[in-house]
């Protein structure tokens, strides 16, 4: 699924909406050769955000993974904290862009 978030970002700009991959990753040290976890990193934060339509747009948070793998504890927090469909705002954990446009389609967000 890594891969295929450049797709599912051009696919949703195709479809009217605004946004894209959230800087979530961690610091690489030159001297240890190693990839170090930002302290001031937010946990759990989504691997994109998009945006659509004025006043009160809806908000959609992708969250990608590949086949196999689960939200860690902060994902599934913030999942909790973001999603309601009474404001307009959608949590997707998406395997596939089909699990994208199911959401999509069944929101009537397309």
Same mark, same amino acid.
């Given at each position: 699924?890594?891969? *295929? #978030?450049?797709?599912? !970002?051009?696919?949703? =700009? &195709? *479809? +009217?909406?605004? +946004?894209?991959?959230?800087? /979530?990753? %961690?610091?690489?040290? *030159?001297?240890?050769?190693?990839? /170090?976890?930002?302290?001031? @990193? =937010?946990?759990?934060? $989504?691997?994109?955000?998009?945006?659509?339509?004025?006043?009160? $747009?809806?908000? =959609?948070?992708?969250? !990608?993974? /590949?086949?196999?793998?689960?939200?860690?504890?902060?994902? #599934?927090?913030?999942?909790?904290?973001?999603?309601? $469909?009474? =404001?307009?705002?959608? &949590?997707? @954990?998406?395997? %596939?862009?089909?699990?994208?446009?199911? /959401?999509? #389609?069944?929101?009537? @967000?397309?």
């Amino acid at each position: 699924m890594w891969r *295929k #978030r450049p797709k599912i !970002c051009k696919m949703m =700009l &195709y *479809k +009217g909406w605004l +946004g894209g991959k959230l800087n /979530v990753w %961690s610091a690489f040290n *030159k001297k240890t050769r190693a990839y /170090v976890k930002d302290p001031y @990193l =937010l946990r759990g934060l $989504p691997d994109l955000l998009f945006f659509k339509g004025e006043n009160y $747009p809806a908000m =959609l948070a992708i969250e !990608c993974k /590949v086949k196999g793998n689960a939200q860690t504890e902060h994902q #599934r927090q913030f999942q909790k904290v973001f999603h309601n $469909p009474k =404001l307009k705002r959608f &949590y997707i @954990l998406a395997y %596939s862009w089909e699990d994208v446009e199911a /959401v999509l #389609r069944r929101e009537m @967000l397309d």
